[in-house]
């Protein structure tokens, strides 16, 4: 009884975190104006050089729980991570999002399927 108990309320937090406050639709308008998608790709799964050498490696957020690419933002945003690359400077970009823009790109990139 006690192990199916557990089971549950398990599986319906994790339900309640993927499918958190974010707002789908307009992660995905933001994700293309600000230019998220030009680097990670339209669903998230860029994940190799696109602009040459200088950029080593693209992470790919296709399908990353929420809750992750909302921590890793916010992370670079209090530069708490560094990423001054000249060209990806994602440390920079992120001081131009804010708390709902995270939460509603985290949304559209974890919902998005990996391959
Ligand atoms: C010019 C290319 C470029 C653009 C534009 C860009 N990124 Fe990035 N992004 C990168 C690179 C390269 C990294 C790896 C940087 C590092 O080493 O920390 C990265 C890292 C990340 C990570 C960390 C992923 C992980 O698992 O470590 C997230 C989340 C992310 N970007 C989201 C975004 C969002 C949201 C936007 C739009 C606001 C954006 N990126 C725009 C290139 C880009």
């Known amino acids: 009884m006690h192990k199916f108990a557990l089971i549950f309320c398990f599986a319906s937090s994790m339900a309640s975190t993927a499918f958190a406050e974010g707002d789908y639709d307009n992660g995905k308008k933001l994700a293309k104006s600000w230019h998220c998608t030009n680097c990670h790709g339209v669903t998230g799964n860029e994940r190799w050089p696109v602009k040459g050498e200088v950029l080593a490696s693209i992470p790919m957020l296709a399908g990353q729980p929420a809750g ?35 939460e509603d790109i985290s949304a559209y990139f974890s919902a998005q399927k990996r391959y």
Not at 69 to 83: A, P
């Open 68 to 102: 992750y690419l909302i921590r890793t933002l916010n992370q670079y945003k209090t530069r708490e991570r560094v990423d001054d690359h000249e060209i990806s400077k994602m440390s920079e970009r992120a001081q131009s999002l804010s708390d709902q823009d995270i």
